[in-house]
Each structure stands twice: as C-alpha cells, then as structure tokens.
C-alpha cells in the first residue's frame, strides 16, 4: 500500500512505463559512419561519397538514396568529390596562410605568440583556452588537408575514368 505524500518508482524494466522514440541525432550519426562522413552542401542536402544525401535542417532527415541510373550515381559521386576538393583546397589555404602570417608575427617578437584555441564538443559547448601558438598542431592540420585533398582528386579521377569507360 501507498502511503500519502509518497512517489513509488516504476521498476526501470516496467513495459507499463516505458517510451520508446527514434533518437534522430543517434541515427543520424550511424547514417554519417555508414556513408563515409564528411558531407558537402548540394541542392540543400547533405550529399555523401556514395551518392545517398540527407536533410541539412533536420536529423529525422528525410534521405535520399542514389538514383538506380549508374550515369547519374556516377555523375552524383564526381560532384560530391568535386565540390569536396573545391572546400579543402580553401581551408587548406586559408591554414596555409594562417601559418605564415604567424611566423611572420612571431619572427619580429621576443617571446612565444599567444593564441585562443577555441574547441567544440561533440555536444556543441564551445570551450577556450589561451596557449602558447602550437606550430606542429598547425602543421599537423596542413598534412591531413593536404590528404584529404589527394583523397577528393582520386576520386573526381577514379569518377572521370568511369564515364570514359
């Protein structure tokens, strides 16, 4: 019996209290892992290295798979690399000089630059820190752009070879 003013607790395995709901942010990140990550903007949606695309405004989606005409998956995954390589070629750029204006700066002081690294968490907090400028993580980040641009090159070329045949 259930005394007044008490709140009895429903056993956690209980089905007569239990919810159960998509979590679209979960499946949305199995969806990322399963196309390869790294989408780019097209045609307001996320397009993938496959060809599938998804929702850009919302994790329930909807998704897009492929067309079922290989020209168009083709067609599909070029764009995807194509629009890739044109994003990295500018961050790398953009790191590149970042690189250099630093040196430049830190050439004409007489102790170690400063600088606010700013991180975001997977849960989307923004955390900041103030550092000593940490030129092997600059350098670090100009390597693996300077792959995945490699990596978008072959796959606009390994694209291109499929429509020649």
Known sequence: MIE???IEEPAPDDPQFM?????????????????????????KTFLYRDGYRYSCTDY????YRPPDNPV???????????????????????TRSLLDNLREQQAQRSV???????????EGVKTSATTT??????????????????QAQQGIAQHTENADG
Not at 24 to 37: D, N, V
Not at 60 to 63: I, K, V
Not at 112 to 122: A, G, R, T, W, Y
């Open 19 to 43: 919810t159960i709901e998509p979590d679209w942010k979960a499946y949305f990140a199995e969806f990322e892992r399963a196309h390869g990550g790294s989408p780019v903007l097209y045609a």
């Open 112 to 122: 170690p630059l400063q600088c606010k690294v700013i991180k975001l968490s997977d």
């Open 72 to 94: 168009l998956v083709r067609k599909l995954c070029e764009t995807y690399w194509r629009i890739r390589a044109k994003r990295v070629t500018a961050e790398l750029n953009m």
């Open 133 to 150: 400028v940490d030129w092997r993580l600059i350098e670090l980040k100009i390597m693996a752009l300077e792959g995945d641009l490699l």
């Open 60 to 63: 329930a989606g909807p998704e």
């Open 4 to 6: 007044l003013g008490t």
